[in-house]
């Protein structure tokens, strides 16, 4: 299986930026999608920003033009860049990946343990 663990979380004011990461390992053939979700109590997980492997990514309305996703394909990490964060980012910030283990074999998805972002003044 595919193991993931973030890191970046943590607690800022609003207007300043967070940087969070996510690795991926174990044995892996290949990363086809790598995205970050965002959940609060009482809310549905929502996708915050995805990225395929050709680079394609695709944001959530509420963080267009303040986060951006990028992928370092030969680490195997996904990133996600908070700038202008507001209190109402604050929420778990969960990993996502689809990955193949063999080269012709099936995708299969692995979310990570979450990582807590606050913004709070």
């Known amino acids: 299986q595919v193991q993931l663990v973030e890191s970046g979380g943590g607690l800022v004011q609003p207007g300043k930026s967070l940087r969070l990461s996510c690795a991926a390992s174990?044995?892996?053939?290949?990363?086809?999608?790598m995205g970050w979700y965002r959940q609060t109590p009482g809310k549905q997980r929502e996708l915050v920003a995805a990225?395929?492997?050709?680079?394609?990514?695709n944001y959530a309305d509420s963080v267009k033009g303040r986060f951006t996703i990028s992928r370092d394909n030969a680490k195997n990490t996904v990133y996600l860049q908070m700038n202008s964060l507001k209190p109402e980012d604050t929420a778990v910030y969960y990993c996502n990946t689809e990955a193949r283990y063999t080269a012709y074999g099936p995708v299969f998805r692995s979310w990570g343990q979450g990582t807590q972002v606050t913004v709070s003044s």
């Open positions: 174990g044995s892996i053939f290949s990363i086809e999608h």
């Open positions: 990225i395929t492997s050709g680079g394609s990514t």
